[in-house]
């Protein structure tokens, strides 16, 4: 049977229909995992969703419920270049067409997935229409799918009724014993939530979401978790109004919100939770935490910044080779020991060291996201030789050192809402647009690694962001912490086809030159 794809804005792809026949309108969206498809029709953060995969197989290893993230799907629809009939893996329970048919998701197979997905990338996210029968009047249906807003899906994905587990439960070891009792705020739970817990000596107790602060502080818990959810958050003003009753009880609980938009009220906004936090550290702890230590830390991580900013505007026309660690290393530290007199030294004898290396030789390569630190491939084209280097890394300068150490709270407020991976793509493309050109580099590496949707979703818009000023752009995919994904054999033909490419159109510009010096 025929089945349509109509987007909001009149684009339209046909397919074969899979599972349900009926029609839906959802938010569109995309999953770039190779595998795990059972667990995303599961997650109940797709509630009120329909899931496009970009993998062009789905379903080869069928169905096997202990996978489940939830003991039924709330997911809104399914997309898919092929749907496998057949599943085969010793732990197949069922097909995924016939799960499908179960969970009442209608869907759509053998469509280009990659051209859908580029539209999702270019536009953001969707709203669209899965059909078996193309409507009569256009243009109602596309008024009816633009419309269509995501609501009440914390009431449909939340447990019923309150759930308790204890190690042995949900396929973890019996045999761990409890040391402490955790309760859940079930605003869209997943299974594995819980076995993290169960794992660790934890008893788990699963409320609903609008439960009474009363009933949860009634099993003694000695922690509380709030889990994340589908939805917009401002139609949980009742589970909002409980949390801030369950924050003024004893029992440990925090979280801190930020959010996308980078003004000064927002800064205001989370430098209040950070005040917050360090009331709930001392007493948590039982040690204090002075204004003037905050300062102090402070002082030494924007001196730090602007360090390492003047290190990597200095190495623009030097030649350092170095492995993948130390790229790696400096976004690492540059974070994790950021306002530490060992990193400040670290910066300190970077400094000293770019003033004793050669001028620059080969081609300079700005590197995107994290580092394949275990990569030969990555190694034999970009490390110790000359032909090219990396020259900076997307994390090591992912706050800029714009901020008042004379008010902590706000500064440290200030580097958390306008961090370059808090909100948008483009804020984080514009930073690193900025800091290439910095480090005077020929190309860029956008590494999409496996699983980050932010650098997946935003491959395509970075490219075309980072070319329009002039600096080329590959779009690498692989995996950046575990080998044996493998893909040595691509990574080394596409990084040595992107220098071939840097170098042609050197030797192109020099002719130019060359030809206009003539004339």
Known sequence: MEAYLILEDGTTFTGRSIGSTKDVISEIVFNTSMTGYLEVLTDPSYAGQAVVMTYPLIGNYGICREDMEAKVSNTDGFIVRELSRLGSNFRNEQSIQDFLVEQDIPGIEGIDTRALTKILREKGTMNGMITTKMPENM???????????????VDKVTTKEIVSYR????????????????????????????????????????????????DILAINPDGIMLTNGPGDPK????????????????????????????????????????????????????????DETLTE????????????????????????????????????????????????????????????????????????????????????????????????????????????PEKPYEAMARRMVYHA??????RRIEAGIRHAKETGADGVVWFGHWGCKHTLGAAQLAKRKFEEQGIPLL?????????????????????????????????????????????
């Open 475 to 519: 779009i690498l995919d692989g995996d950046g912490s575990d080998r044996s994904h493998g893909g040595e054999g691509q990574t080394s033909t596409r990084l040595g086809a992107f220098l071939e490419m840097l170098n042609t159109e050197t030797d192109e510009n020099t002719d130019r030159q060359e030809e206009s010096h003539d004339e």
């Open 235 to 290: 139609e949980c003003t009742e589970v909002i109004q409980n949390l801030n009753s369950l924050y003024q009880s004893d029992v440990p609980i925090f979280a801190i919100d930020v959010p996308m938009q980078q003004n000064e009220d927002n800064v205001q906004y989370v430098a209040d939770q950070l005040r917050k936090l360090k009331d709930f550290i001392e007493e948590c702890t039982g040690k204090k935490i002075t």
């Open 297 to 404: 830390r402070l002082r030494r991580s924007k001196r730090t910044l602007e360090k390492f900013a003047q290190y990597e505007k200095e190495s623009a026309d030097r030649y350092i080779p170095a492995d993948l660690v130390t790229p790696l290393y400096a976004g690492m530290t540059n974070n994790l020991l950021l306002g530490t007199e060992e990193e400040e030294t670290y910066v300190d004898r970077l400094l000293n060291d770019v003033k004793k290396a050669p001028a620059k030789k080969g081609k300079k390569i700005y590197w995107m996201h994290t580092i394949p630190f275990w990569s030969d491939a990555v190694k034999n084209e970009l490390c110790f030789q000359e032909k090219a280097q990396i020259v900076g890394c997307e994390l090591s300068r992912v706050c800029e050192p714009d901020f008042d």
């Open 421 to 426: 991976l808090n909100g948008s793509a483009i």
């Open 167 to 214: 190690p042995g439960d949900l396929n973890t070891d019996s045999n761990v014993s409890v040391s402490k009792k955790v309760a859940i705020l079930d605003v869209g739970t997943k299974f594995n939530i819980a076995r993290c817990l169960l794992k660790r000596g934890c008893e788990v107790t699963i409320f609903p979401a609008r439960t009474n602060p009363e």
């Open 139 to 153: 243009e109602e249906a596309l008024a009816k799918i633009k419309d269509y807003s995501v609501r009440g899906v």
